[in-house]
């Protein structure tokens, strides 16, 4: 169960709001960083496209990855979504710990209703 960070462009904040809140309700993600919008240049069907995207990164562990990227494509909007993910070599043990924690079904994480422990310790503030 290797932790992973996955990469996820959606075309606005309330698409990748929703898309959040699923993955990680459905323990297929600990945590979803949704971050400002930003420019994309890519090349698609031999046009060079310039889009507005909202970027999300997504913690999970590699045992629910297939799932988390079957989800991601059913909620995305995109003909091919941009879903990357890339291992995370080291962390500080115990948000490691709950990443775990967070993404195994059925299991209460480690650290949950306690916000003293809970490892983004400025969550019982940020919601």
């Not at 890519?42 to 310039?50: M, N, P, S, T």
Request: aromatic share 8%.
């Amino acid at each position: 169960m290797d932790p992973l960070i996955v990469f996820c462009n959606f075309p606005d904040a309330a698409s990748a709001s929703a898309a959040a809140e699923v993955v990680v309700t459905a323990q297929l993600a600990a945590c979803v960083n949704i971050l400002p919008e930003s420019t994309s240049i890519y090349r698609w069907e031999g046009q060079v496209v310039l889009e507005r995207e909202v970027p999300v990164l997504i913690k999970t562990t590699s045992d629910r990855y297939t799932a988390l990227e079957a989800r991601l494509r059913e909620l995305h909007p995109a003909q091919v979504p941009e879903i990357i993910a890339v291992p995370v070599w080291s962390g500080l043990p115990a948000y490691l710990q709950w990443l775990a924690g967070s993404t195994r079904t059925g299991e209460k994480p480690s650290g949950e209703g306690d916000t003293s422990s809970h490892p983004p310790a400025y969550s019982s503030s940020s919601g």
